[in-house]
């Protein structure tokens, strides 16, 4: 029995389900099967939430925080390292997603926090990482944000990092690389990042990293200077200015910045103490607020330190590990959808139950997406239990989708709340016809070229997944035929890749984007003649695993040519590619007999399955999400439509 933590911390067993039978092996008896453990596992409260795995700079990232606070205990870091070390592989690397290859930053922070816990630099495990990490070219090859969590401990010189100054905060919202032209997650990250970089504290660590340098003689190497004419040249050289001003920076000018940053640090802290109700804003905000006088007995800091408790999971053999994020608004949506395809009627008790949750996570005030919307009213949902601040489109397509579905006892309610989002989501279209996760026109491309934003996406550009929720959402609301609904209908037919698929943003990957704009399109009037519907088809059939499932590795965002579509077969990607092939009318292709027998094979005795890879995505290939929902609620959601042939869903009457 896995043990999992609840919002609030606590241990909880998952509960049992009934245990299949051998020989009943309809598509009809796995579905009962799936929704059964499925219901199992929503919250007495309405929710659903699956764990929500990344990777191990996550757990190393909180040891550091803590020693760098002083408020780091042995139980903490006995049960942390063991984690860790569980997430090695034999070659004594760490990856960031399940069956990648070696990452050198992840494994530099795993090996720094295990040293901080006691094990022996000779040891056969730490060896293997050490030497790893010499030959992938040592500290000075890590990403900045490594090489920041060291110079915190005196590993690396402040002098040899990129410069984030404070001032940054006064720039207006028209100006190139003001913090608003940065996406939400790289923006709450940056804001307390340039009170660190001001600040460039040192608490010298217990023991030093020589064996992880190249060069010990030579260990803080200068990048060379890329050519003047080319952007990474021009910022390199705009660092430099940076530098320089950092030395000579106007002192009251400083003071300002630096109050400005921790005032709009203060303002956007969530109910449960944490930002954004995600890992990295949380840690430099806690590092920020320190630097600036606020004592850990402060109620921010207080807060926001025991808002990690809620991150938490306990295994029962003893090992902890930390999410990066909770995902109970996303994960509630998707089961509520899931269960009225497999037949659930839409005034079951836990779909009111989930409705009543919904509803009141619903987001009625402005955030910061407000800055290029000034005019438009709140309405919208976020993905996190606490995170009143960021509201995102994709969110709330879904949770509108889900709720259009329920036959609530109080319609009034549900309709307000659906009225209000509908009209929040139109509002954050895009010039280009098509939506962004949580700004518009987020699409600046100089944020991506600085010096510092080496650890992944750092901006919210339309992608082809979002929009597509929100074409399915309008359509399901009966505004198919609003000109903001056709222009993003236009943008998704103008953005299929030439072998007929679609990128997926926040999904792994093709697959992903497949499956977000096939129902779409058809949902709003697409024939599924359409040309563009007919390439997906065939790029799905083509991309079918001779085992009858579908997968596709992480790998694909950095090299499409070899990885689109290819992979091993997984629950919740085999599921993605039934449901796109189901509303392109394909019901009666053999792919999809065969994509249906191989969730049945594969189903587990409990009605679940079995995904150890990583099928979501935070940044495209940077940051990776192991969903542990999306194995059950996509087979559920894909199984039902089969069964009961409702190839677009809306549930069974």
Known sequence: MKLTATAGGRIVPKASVAVRQPDDSSPGAALSRATAHLLSLQHADGWWKGDLETNVTMDAEDLLLRQFLGIRTEEQTRGTAAWIRSQQREDGTWATFHGGPPELSTTVEAYVALKLAGDDPAAPHMAAAAAYVRGAGGIAAARVFTRIWLALFGWWPWERLPELPPELIFLPHWAPLNIYSFGQWARQTIVPLTVVSAHRPVRPGPFDLDELHTDPANPFPERPMAAARTWDGLFQRLDRL??????????????????????????????????????????????????????????????????????????????????????????????????????????????????????????????????????????????????????????????????????????????????????????????????????????????????????????????????????EMLA??????????????????????????????????????????????????????????????????????????????????????????????????????????????????????????????????????????????GFPWDFSINYHLYRLVFPVTALGRYVHDTPLGGGVA
Request: proline content about 7%.
């Open 476 to 617: 399901a609301v009966g505004r198919a035929g609003d000109p903001r609904c056709r222009r993003g209908i236009t943008w998704l037919l103008r953005n299929q890749e030439a072998d007929g698929s679609w990128f997926g943003r926040w999904g792994t990957n093709y697959i992903y984007g497949t499956m977000s704009v096939v129902p779409a399109l058809v949902a709003a009037g697409v024939p599924t003649g359409h040309p563009a519907i007919r390439r997906s088809v065939r790029w799905l059939e083509q991309r079918q695993n001779e085992d009858g499932g579908w997968g596709e590795d992480l790998r694909s965002y950095r090299d499409p040519a070899a990885w689109s579509g290819r992979g091993e077969s997984t629950a919740s990607q085999t599921a993605w590619a039934l449901m796109a092939l189901l509303a392109a009318g394909e019901r009666d292709n053999p792919v999809v007999e065969r994509g249906v027998r191989w969730l049945i094979r594969t189903q587990r005795p409990d009605g679940t399955w079995d995904e150890p890879q990583f099928t979501g995505t």
């Open 242 to 471: 940076m530098h320089h001003y950092h030395r000579h920076a106007v002192r009251p000018l400083r003071r300002l910045a630096l109050q400005q940053a921790a005032h709009w640090i203060i303002e956007r802290q969530e109910a449960d103490g944490c930002w954004g109700g995600i890992q990295p804003p949380a840690v430099y905000s806690l590092i920020a607020l320190n630097l600036l006088g606020y004592r850990l007995d402060h109620p921010v800091m207080k807060a926001g330190i025991a808002s990690f408790d809620g991150f938490t999971v306990h295994t029962e053999d003893g090992r902890r590990w930390m999410e990066a994020c909770q995902s109970p608004v996303w994960d509630t949506c998707l089961a509520a959808i899931a269960l009225r395809d497999a037949g659930l009627p839409g005034d079951h008790p836990a779909l009111i139950s989930a409705t009543d949750w919904m509803l009141g996570e619903e987001i009625t005030k402005r955030g910061d997406w407000s800055v290029k919307r000034p005019g438009l009213e709140p309405g919208g949902w976020a993905f996190e239990f606490q995170n009143d601040t960021y509201p995102d489109v994709d969110d709330t397509a879904e949770v509108v989708l889900a709720l259009h579905r329920v036959d609530h006892p109080a319609p009034e309610k549900v309709d307000g709340a659906v009225r209000r989002a509908i009209d929040w989501t139109l509002g954050m279209q895009s010039r280009n016809g098509a939506w962004g996760a949580f700004d518009a026109d987020n699409t600046s491309p100089l944020p991506n070229k600085l010096p510092f934003c080496d650890f992944g996406e750092v901006i919210d550009p339309p992608s082809a997944d979002v929009t597509a929720h929100m074409v």
